[in-house]
């Protein structure tokens, strides 16, 4: 993994994060590029995942989505890509980041094995329970 390098998206990934990403608006993805709220990483020079966030209320940091190409998986790169906007957050001042994920999918047992704590969820219309999770990181 020492060919491994994470960087700020820049608007030429563009393409690459919206062919894997639907939940989110172009306009609104370039402008995310453009505010410095989407990380890419890369190995020998190709793309292979990325994570965007927000500010919850505001003043938390909330991962809102990460995606590492399967081809890839399983192999610590989404744990250090998450460690990475850990460690850019906390150098920003923030003590707490949250994220989330659906109650039917595998991700919530990746966010506990790296220190994630269940503190709740919501369910919105027919799409499963939502877990939402925290974590310090002061």
């Given at each position: 993994m020492e060919n491994i390098l994470i960087r700020y998206g820049e608007i030429t990934d563009y393409y690459f994060v919206k062919e894997h990403e639907q939940h989110i608006a172009d306009e609104i993805l370039r402008k995310k590029i453009e505010?410095?709220?989407?990380?890419?990483?890369?190995?020998?020079?190709y793309l292979i995942g990325w994570l965007r966030y927000?500010?919850?209320?505001?003043?938390?940091?909330?991962?809102?989505?990460?995606?590492?190409?399967?081809t890839h998986r399983n192999r610590g790169v989404g744990k250090r890509l998450v460690?990475?906007?850990?460690?850019?957050?906390?150098?920003?001042?923030?003590?707490?980041?949250?994220?989330?994920?659906?109650?039917?999918?595998?991700?919530?047992?990746?966010?506990?094995?790296?220190?994630y704590t269940e503190i709740g969820g919501?369910?919105?219309?027919?799409?499963?329970?939502?877990?939402?999770?925290?974590?310090?990181?002061?």
């Open positions: 505010n410095k709220e989407v990380y890419v990483v890369q190995e020998y020079n927000n500010l919850f209320w505001d003043n938390v940091p909330f991962m809102n989505k990460i995606y590492i190409l399967e460690k990475y906007w850990e460690g850019s957050m906390k150098r920003k001042g923030y003590k707490h980041v949250l994220t989330s994920t659906q109650s039917d999918e595998g991700a919530q047992h990746f966010y506990r094995k790296i220190g919501i369910k919105y219309l027919e799409d499963p329970f939502e877990i939402i999770f925290f974590k310090k990181i002061e």
